[in-house]
Antibody
Framework: QVQLVESGGGVVQPGRSLRLSCAPS????????MHWVRQAPGKGPEWVTL????????YYADSVKGRFTISRDNSKNTLSLQMNSLRADDTAVYYC?????????????WGQGTLVTVSS | DIQMTQSPSSLSASVGDRVTITCRAS??????LAWYQQKPGKVPKLLIY???TLQSGVPSRFSGSGSGTDFTLTISSLQPEDVATYYC?????????FGGGTKVEIK
């Protein structure tokens, strides 16, 4: 079955960096677009970024553009999110999610999430 | 960016009631809309895509309709396990955008 396991969350001071990882299993990772979606405490989901199946195309929400970078290593089956210049409003649970077959904007499987807290 | 507006923001209904949630897009998105269910403390789960197609395993009491700018999620007979917050999502183009959510409770 499809599984997505995030790691790398924690408490970080404003202005610092953090790198999140997602370990997929149960499907052919190199064939699927992947996303990061975040959810601040008590709020709805907010899409963060998308990477195409081969890494050639990347898209970002305006709120993270220039600060966050998505990447993937299909040979190692890993998805990453490098987060720089973190701000208090980046505090959220970060989920990696799979884009559905033939419809990469559709999030058909989500991980359990990793909590990022930005606080001094 | 396409804005998604849901209503109501919350509702309370009795077991067995028919429940309707609406979602409006700020511009036409054809049928490029999904609905997600998020139970308390859990991860969002895909319920419906292409406005009306049920994801595998989703009970048939859930249905979706609409096209263009106006969409509806209906639960034909509310069950206790349906207590959750429901979100619509634009699938038309990046940036993906979600509605503000509708919290469904049992009266």
């Amino acid at each position: 079955q499809v599984q997505l396991v995030e790691s790398g969350g924690g408490v970080v001071q404003p202005g610092r960096s953090l790198r999140l990882s997602c370990a997929p299993s149960g499907f052919s990772f190199s064939s699927f677009a992947m996303h990061w979606v975040r959810q601040a405490p008590g709020k709805g989901p907010e899409w963060v970024t998308l990477i195409s199946y081969d890494g050639s195309n990347k898209y970002y929400a305006d709120s993270v553009k220039g600060r966050f970078t998505i990447s993937r290593d299909n040979s190692k089956n890993t998805l990453s999110l490098q987060m720089n210049s973190l701000r208090a409003d980046d505090t959220a649970v970060y989920y990696c999610a799979r884009g559905a077959t033939g419809w990469e904007l559709l999030l058909d499987h989500w991980g359990q999430g990793t909590l990022v807290t930005v606080s001094s | 960016d396409i804005q998604m507006t849901q209503s109501p923001s919350s509702l309370s209904a009795s077991v067995g009631d028919r429940v309707t949630i609406t979602c409006r897009a700020s511009q036409g998105i054809s049928n490029f809309l999904a609905w997600y269910q998020q139970k308390p403390g859990k991860v969002p789960k895909l319920l419906i895509y292409a406005a009306a197609t049920l994801q595998s395993g989703v009970p048939s009491r859930f249905s979706g309709s609409g096209s263009g700018t106006d969409f509806t999620l209906t639960i034909s007979s509310l069950q206790p396990e349906d207590v959750a917050t429901y979100y619509c999502q634009n699938l038309n183009s990046a940036p993906l955008t979600f509605g503000g959510g509708t919290k469904v409770e049992i009266k």
